[in-house]
């Protein structure tokens, strides 16, 4: 049996912890409410605030205003969190809705959500994740 439950608060603090060791990238900065509905646990929310490259805050819940919101069915949500399905190709298929200022996430947040240090923590995770 894996340590984490996909989106439990355990693992949205795991997130958070290895997003505050990605690499420094000076200006990247923005804040993404993911939702994710359907789930075992219900329709999670969190919201990601980046600042400088890195996870500085994140706030389970629907507290907090967001730049952007990125919606998931569960299905995808799970592809996506366990790097089978690129952010990029579930935007532009549909698979995520992302309202509001959508260029803050699929443009703006790339270095971040695009790189392969977010791709490696996302590994990591999903190793330690029921799903």
Do not use: N
């Amino acid at each position: 049996m894996a340590e984490l439950s996909f989106l439990s608060e355990e693992w949205i603090a795991a997130l958070a912890e290895g997003g505050a060791s990605l690499p420094e990238q000076s200006g990247v900065d923005g804040v993404v409410r993911f939702v994710m509905t359907s789930t075992p646990h219900g329709k999670v929310q969190f919201r990601l605030v980046v600042t400088d490259g890195r996870i500085a805050e994140v706030l389970v819940g629907r507290d907090g205003e967001a730049e952007a919101m990125v919606t998931w069915k569960y299905a995808d949500a799970v592809a996506q969190f366990s790097g089978d399905l690129d952010a990029d190709v579930a935007f532009m298929t549909g698979r995520c809705k992302v309202e509001d200022a959508y260029a803050r996430y699929v443009f703006d947040l790339r270095p971040v959500f695009g790189s392969p240090e977010w791709a490696a923590l996302l590994a990591d995770l999903a190793g330690r994740s029921d799903f």
